[in-house]
């Protein structure tokens, strides 16, 4: 059974960065597109970013582009997410997921099979 660890996330002023962690464990995941959602407090998940198995192909959210980067360690099955000029409009808690079934969507909850259980990002003004 894969486990999803979400870590990094915490209180940050506007303008400021963090980066969070997605460390996997029960299989390895570097054959695998993995990718990040957000679900602030009264909406519904939205997608943030994807990456294709070899980090050769990354998919972005318009509301994201420029200020967040994602990467992955497949030597270490760790996803990352550099998350830079915060906004206060980011706030939200920040899932990962891991693809299992190809040729679903990247950028819906639909398609992804595994999910980690979520690090809050508050950003203040």
């Known amino acids: 059974q894969v486990q999803l660890v979400e870590s990094g996330g915490g209180l940050v002023q506007a303008g400021g960065s963090l980066r969070l962690s997605c460390a996997a464990s029960g299989r390895t995941l570097s054959r695998n597109a993995m990718g990040w959602f957000r679900q602030a407090s009264g909406k519904e998940r939205e997608f943030v970013v994807a990456i294709g198995w070899s980090g050769g192909s990354t998919y972005y959210a318009d509301s994201v582009k420029g200020r967040f980067t994602i990467s992955r360690d497949n030597a270490k099955n760790t996803v990352y997410l550099q998350m830079n000029s915060l906004k206060p409009e980011d706030t939200a808690i920040y899932y990962c997921?891991?693809?299992?079934?190809?040729?679903?969507?990247?950028?819906?909850?639909?398609?992804?099979?595994?999910w980690g259980q979520g690090t809050q990002v508050t950003v203040s003004s």
């Open positions: 997921a891991a693809v299992l079934r190809l040729g679903l969507p990247l950028t819906t909850p639909n398609g992804y099979d595994y």
